[in-house]
């Protein structure tokens, strides 16, 4: 289990102190969840933070557009080198161009899904991505508890990811902490996008450390 840490879950004015002190060897990925006010209800940060995050942490970046027109917004990140970038598929009809630019571009695509978009919408562009992020919480509201049917959609994820033959990450972000963890990683999740279970008490690292265990004895 990799676990990628969602610094929208920590405060801004705290990220040049908190954020070099960091580490790579615990904490895999920087979730960066960019929303526009639009494909969600919120505003979070755009490009100009996460060049500033870039350059305070030598963790990789895993971004995540929560925005309308993703073909005009995704380039805006490709000078940064994100290991992934991820787009809904509710923002655009063209997900297989937009996929197909963003690994020219060096990075990973991925393709999320909200709670009630069927996993069949993306099983015909498998071979076009590099990871399917399943929304376990409605995108766009901080702090929602984990869906009631999303155990059951990380499990059927996890079978049509297998039955493709495509090296496929599968991440699940929402809702994610010590109580549920474990079960998602046996559901079939590889990466868990981790807000406050990571940030609470100011303890990243160690916090990190413990929800790792918790899917490796589980």
């Known amino acids: 289990m990799k676990i990628s840490a969602s610094i929208l879950a920590t405060s801004i004015t705290r990220f040049s102190t908190m954020l070099p002190t960091l580490k ?4 895999d990925y920087l979730h960066i969840d960019v929303m526009d006010g639009n494909f969600v209800p919120q505003i979070s940060f755009g490009e100009s ?22 073909e005009q917004e995704v380039p ?18 063209f997900m297989v161009r937009l996929c197909e630019d963003i690994r020219v571009h060096g990075s990973k695509a991925g393709i999320a899904l909200n709670p009630a978009t069927s996993l069949e919408s993306v099983r015909y562009i498998l071979p076009y991505i590099d990871l399917l992020l399943v929304m ?3 995108p766009g509201f901080y702090g929602q508890k984990f869906t009631l049917s999303g155990m059951q959609k990380i499990q059927d994820a996890k079978k049509m ?9 599968l991440e699940v972000d ?11 990683s046996q559901s079939g999740a590889s990466i868990c996008v981790a ?8 303890v990243p690292g160690e916090n990190t450390i413990q929800l790792k265990k918790l899917t490796e004895t589980a």
């Open 174 to 184: 929402g809702g994610v902490n010590v109580n549920n963890i474990a079960q998602v």
């Open 76 to 93: 805006k990140y490709y000078d940064l080198q994100p290991d992934f970038i991820t787009f809904h598929a509710e923002a655009t009809d």
């Open 136 to 138: 376990t919480v409605d």
């Open 24 to 27: 790579k060897e615990e904490i």
């Open 195 to 202: 807000g406050s279970a990571v940030f609470k008490n100011g």
């Open 49 to 70: 933070i996460t060049k500033e995050i870039r350059g305070q942490s030598d963790i990789p970046l895993d971004v995540h557009l929560m925005v309308e027109n993703p």
């Open 161 to 169: 990811i297998d039955a493709s033959g495509y090296d496929i990450a």
